[in-house]
Every structure is written in C-alpha cells, then in structure tokens.
C-alpha cells in the first residue's frame, strides 16, 4: 500500500478525529478565538427567552443535573483518548476544578434560571452586560491585571449600545426600571460568573472537551441535593416535550458548544478582552426576536449594532 493510499483505509481510533478539519485553513477559522467569543454568546442568548419560558414548569435543580449529565454524555465518545492523557492533570489540582466548575457551571448556571423565574428576560440582558466591567474588576483585584484605555472605552461603548437596544432607544424604559429579589440573584450570578472567567488561567493545561467534562460532572453532582429537595417538595421534573427541549438545548449548545467556545476565546485572548463580547447577548437577542418573532427592526437597533460593534473592536485589540 503506497502512502497515499493509506488515509483512506485508516480507522478512527480516535472519535476526536471527526472534530478535526483535514483542511488547515478551515481548521484555522474554527480555532479563531474572535470567532468562538462570538458564537458562545450567540447560544447563551437563548437561555434569557428559554428562562422565562420554562419558568414554573421546568425546576432548575432538576434541569441543572440532566443539562451537564447530557453534556458529558455527548462529548464522552470525543474526548476519552483527551481524558487518558490529560488524566494526571485532572488529578493533580483537583480542587482547582471543582472551584472552577462550581463558578462557571455548578452554581452560576442553576441560578441564573432560578433568578429568570421572578425577573424578565429584559432585566437579564441588563445585568449580563455588567459582566465586562466585573470581568475587569475581578481580575484587577484577584491578579493585579492592569487596565487599558481602550479596554475601559470599547466596554462603555458596546455597552452604550446594549441600553440602546433593550430600551428601544428610548431613555423613559430605562428610568422606569424597577427592581427584585430576580434581579439580585441575577447581577449576583454575573458576579460569579466574571471571578470564574477571570481565574480560567488557573486551569490546569488540557484539552477543552477534558475541561468541559470535568465541569459538567461536577455541576451535576453538585446539583442532586437541589434536585432531590424540588422533587420532596412537589416540583419533579416532568417527561414531556418541553423538558426534553429545554434540557436538549441547554445541555448541547449552551453548555458543550458555548463554554467550549467561552474556555478557548479566554484562554488565547485572555479574560478582560474577551469579556465585552458578551455585550452581543442582547444583540442576538434582538437578532433572533426578529427572525423568530417577526419584530421589526428600527433604527435603534442599527445605533446598537454600531457601538457594540465598535466597542467590541475597541476593547478585544491588542495592547500596542
């Protein structure tokens, strides 16, 4: 057999190999940290509407177990030559992970569902777009990480551009805000999601389906007492369409698809460039409310566009 013949008859001992471009170019854009820093919050966007929509009838503890369980089912087959090899990492600084997955998955992902079922999706995208300027904060204070101009400019803009959008460009919707418990479990959760952000450089060297696993089996666990106590207190979980929609949507593309792309955008760009790029949550929220819900698109939603766009260039370019 000739070298050339070879390719063609090898066997995928490795199910990773159905994740690898053959093409490297292609390999390349699907590698691009701007591009996976846009697509994580493009399906994170989701979980504002899907909050709200399953409120009352999905409980979040529930819904929190079989998210990261189906997570680490999926990407199982993918990354088990990964967990083989990454196996003395993951042992040696456990105690990193299991902080590192309670931050970002275990008590950030449950909560922000809980908070969606006394708020509005509405307050949420406000919230969310606080996270940059925690993402900041956190790692000035954990890490001593200095600040550029541009940095504190592309967050105020894109950020400018988010009120714009979620108030329809009119000022009153903003001045008329009012407040909840929701809306503290909510800028609360942000919080903790910005410290998990800016300590992802502690995680231990490994592939990111190593990573994800590791995270997602820890968020489930860490949610089964929280479960068992909905279900003791007559919230179970119910066998119908909508579980099945919920928990499928948020355990394959909000969590295996976003985090994956979140994990690998953080740790080429680091945290406080790659955090205005949550600033486009509300915008694909807008984006998709046109799409799906067939609502029109104004000028305000051009004005947002532009600053978001603007600062999202500003705060990601690299210090000169």
């Known amino acids: 057999m000739s070298p050339m013949d070879a390719p063609q008859n090898r066997t995928l001992s490795d199910p990773g190999q159905l994740l690898r471009p053959r093409h490297p170019h292609r390999a390349a854009l699907l590698t691009n940290p701007y591009l996976l820093l846009a697509i994580g919050p493009l399906f994170w966007s989701g979980n504002h509407i899907i909050g709200r929509a399953i409120a009352g009838d999905v409980p979040p503890g529930g819904l929190a177990v079989l998210r990261w ?11 088990l030559p990964h967990l083989r090899r ?20 275990g008590i950030f992902g449950t909560l922000q569902f809980i908070g969606l079922q006394y708020t509005v999706a509405f307050h949420a995208a406000v ?3 606080t996270v940059p300027a ?4 956190a790692g000035g204070l954990i890490f001593r ?4 101009l541009t940095q504190v400019v592309g967050i105020v803009t894109s950020f400018a551009g988010v009120l714009v959008i979620i108030a329809k460009g ?10 909840n418990g929701g809306d503290l479990i909510i800028l609360a959760n942000m919080a903790l999601f910005a410290v998990y952000s800016a300590c992802l450089r502690l995680r231990p060297a490994m592939h990111w389906m190593t990573f994800i696993i590791a995270l997602s089996v820890v968020s489930a666990l860490a949610n089964v007492p929280l479960a068992i106590l909905e279900a003791q207190d007559g919230e179970p979980l119910r066998a119908n369409w909508l579980t099945a929609g919920t928990v499928a949507y948020v355990g394959i593309f909000a969590s295996v698809i976003a985090y994956g792309c979140w994990s690998h955008g953080v740790e080429k760009i680091g945290a406080a460039r790659a955090s205005v790029f949550l600033h486009l949550i ?5 984006l998709l409310s046109t799409l799906l819900l067939g609502e029109t698109i104004g000028l305000h939603h051009a004005v947002g566009l532009v600053l978001i766009f603007a600062g999202v260039t500003l705060a990601s370019r690299k210090s000169s």
Do not use: Q
């Open 170 to 179: 009119d000022p009153a919707v903003l001045a008329a805000l009012h407040f």
């Open 282 to 286: 509300p915008l694909y929220g807008a």
């Open 69 to 79: 369980t189906l997570a680490a089912l999926v990407l199982l087959p993918f990354a």
């Open 86 to 105: 990454d196996w003395p990492a993951l042992t040696a600084k456990p105690w990193t992970l299991v902080l590192l997955a309670m931050a970002g998955g």
């Open 145 to 148: 990480d200095s600040v550029r």
């Open 127 to 129: 919230f969310n777009s």
């Open 134 to 137: 925690f993402i900041v904060l």
